[in-house]
């Protein structure tokens, strides 16, 4: 009776530590995904069009843009722009960008990849639904280097640097080699922007 006791509490600490392992090696399996629950699926994962809930609180997770809002505030904090400034007439907007930034996919985030992105919202046939909110006093947009993009306004905008830190600000790789294929429902854009981000 004894043995029997023993074999058993011994067959129990080998299967136990065995689903232990298992446990862990599953874990190092997954490490390149990641699990998101969601209450409903997104409908776009273009951050530029996301009008819904469920694609803002996935996209927020996903996309940088210039800068963004202070944890917690409305005040202005750098994000893919590391610095900035104004000109005295209000009407001249320079970014300094982050230097060594990439897409998810590797691809370099400079300052032609931002001047895309946003000429991509002023072209009124790829524009999403809140361009001409954000963009709507820029009258163009120019590169100086690999890491300053320079925006010019018609008039002096008191939200334009709020406005750049709103979700459909984020800057995207528009390309169309990006879409989803296995999803083909969804509006889909590039890899995200955010550092680290698989």
């Not at 001047?115 to 919202?121: I, L, N, T, Y």
């Amino acid at each position: 009776m004894r043995r029997r006791l023993l074999a058993l509490l011994g067959l129990g600490f080998i299967l136990t530590a065995m689903f232990i392992l298992a446990g862990r090696l599953e874990d190092n399996a997954k490490r390149d995904r990641l699990t998101y629950a969601l209450a409903r699926f997104p409908a776009t994962l273009d951050p530029t069009a996301v009008t819904d809930k469920s694609g803002a609180a996935v996209l927020l997770n996903l996309y940088e843009g210039l800068v963004r809002f202070e944890p917690g505030g409305t005040g202005i904090e750098p994000a893919l722009a590391r610095d900035w400034n104004v000109s005295p007439d209000a009407r001249t907007w320079t970014f300094f960008l982050q230097e060594d930034t990439t897409f998810a996919d590797g691809t370099p985030l400079d300052a032609a990849a931002v001047k895309d992105a946003v000429e991509r919202q002023l072209n009124p046939e790829t524009a999403g639904p809140y361009a001409s909110f954000i963009y709507g006093p820029v009258t163009r947009v120019e590169t100086k280097g690999r890491h300053t993009v320079i925006f010019h306004l018609k008039h002096p905008y008191a939200p334009f640097l709020g406005n750049l830190a709103m979700l459909p600000a984020a800057v995207v790789r528009p390309s169309p080699e990006h879409a989803c294929p296995s999803a083909p429902a969804l509006s889909c854009r590039p890899p995200s922007n955010r550092p680290g981000s698989p």
